[in-house]
Nanobody, 115 residues
Framework: VQLVESGGGLVQPGGSLRLSCAAS????????MSWYRQAPGKQRELVAV????????HYADSMNGRFTISRDNAKNTVYLQMNSLKPEDTAVYYC?????????WGQGTQVTVSS
């Protein structure tokens, strides 16, 4: 199993970023995928979850409708569209797949929101 995140970077408050996670080594379309984030000195927290077919999504309350998770099963890729970014969104963002009760993680992509 391999998960490779991309798309992070430095953005000003109010800006947008789109993160991608390219998956390989498993049957992507069969599994729920998630995005988590971890800010410095804080525990890793759930950001969003998407069902295997993409029809059901769930978001942490703190995202307040600013983030959208989606997936393209033909490309084995899950996305996180982030709008109206705030400084408190600064964190390393991780892609997650739970397969047979085991959590697989990518290496993470840094998102920094600062003026």
């Amino acid at each position: 199993v391999q998960l490779v995140e991309s798309g992070g970077g430095l953005v000003q408050p109010g800006g947008s970023l789109r993160l991608s996670c390219a998956a390989s080594g498993f049957t992507f379309s069969r599994y729920v995928m998630s995005w988590y984030r971890q800010a410095p000195g804080k525990q890793r927290e759930l950001v969003a979850v998407i069902s295997s077919a993409g029809g059901t999504t769930h978001y942490a309350d703190s995202m307040n409708g600013r983030f959208t998770i989606s997936r393209d099963n033909a490309k084995n890729t899950v996305y996180l569209q982030m709008n109206s970014l705030k400084p408190e969104d600064t964190a390393v963002y991780y892609c997650n797949a739970q397969i047979n009760s085991y959590d697989y993680w990518g290496q993470g992509t840094q998102v920094t929101v600062s003026s």
